[in-house]
């Protein structure tokens, strides 16, 4: 069996790491490559890198931000923000990134996951996905940073874009980002026992029991978080050291 990750996630705007809650009210969280570089000595398993803000004139801009902090850490490094085509991917990973992370272009148009796995391979593309139960109990599938609303339901979107080659899912519950009250253990349990790839669960993750709860309950493969550890509020070794005392098989630090 595969070991349960832990994967700090930088949103980054203007060069900055950023933090919200439910998608708004973004406040300064430091820069991303000091960040990533404490990650990756604290013992995290990957990082994950999304330009929340990417745009076509800021697409170098995060080349080289991509550039920088590879070079300041070892562990995989997912990046995801604007790709739309394999000319993209290409630069990102020449630049140092490991894997790549596709949401709104991939859902516009769901062949550009087939041509980046056929590229590239599936271990590579990563399918994020912005997710929000609404009042009809179902999970609707939103783009453009959470902005855009679609009629897609979570579970048949993530199911078509794993057919299509997606090797891994970023499953982001918006009704739970950054609140810090859980995860979506529901969804997120879903999309982990139905789906044939690994499911890193995110939005919501506030403490060490709850990630004891998405990995138990959710069977998440991995579990991402951003303002409990941007803020100091848990350090990743104690994080580490209370799965262990759960017995949730996790790479120690």
């Known amino acids: 069996m595969l070991c349960k990750r832990i994967i700090p996630c930088l949103d980054i705007k203007d ?29 995290a398993d990957e990082l994950v890198f999304l330009d929340i ?12 931000l991509v550039n920088r902090i590879a070079h300041h850490i070892n562990i995989p490094f997912t990046v995801g923000g604007g790709i739309s085509s394999v ?26 996951i087939q041509e980046l796995s056929k590229e590239f391979g599936s271990q590579c ?3 994020a996905i912005d997710t929000r139960k609404e009042e009809d109990g179902e999970w609707y599938v939103y783009l453009n940073g959470g ?25 982001t519950s918006m009704n739970h980002d950054g609140t810090k009250q859980g995860f979506a253990l529901d969804i997120t ?27 138990e309950q959710s069977q998440a493969d991995a579990a991402l978080a951003a303002s409990i550890f941007h803020f100091k509020e848990i350090a990743i070794p104690d994080l580490k050291g209370y799965l262990q005392g759960k017995n949730i098989d996790i790479r120690p630090v």
């Open 15 to 43: 060069g900055r790491t950023v933090k919200g809650t439910n998608f708004v009210n973004l406040r300064d969280a430091g820069d991303p490559v000091e960040l990533g570089a404490l990650y990756a000595q604290q013992g």
């Open 53 to 64: 803000t990417a745009t076509v004139e800021k697409r170098k801009t995060l080349r080289e």
């Open 87 to 112: 000319d993209d991917v290409s630069a990102l990973l020449q630049n140092g990134a490991d894997k790549i992370s596709v949401n709104t272009a991939a859902f516009k148009n769901p062949q550009l």
């Open 125 to 127: 593309v990563v399918l």
């Open 147 to 171: 902005r855009t609303k679609t009629e897609a339901r979570c579970f048949d979107w993530a199911k078509q874009a794993v057919d299509l080659g997606a090797g891994e899912i970023l499953l």
């Open 189 to 215: 349990r879903q999309l982990a026992t139905q789906l044939p790839v690994p499911v890193i669960a995110s939005g919501g993750g506030g403490t060490m029991e709850h990630f004891v709860d998405v990995f």
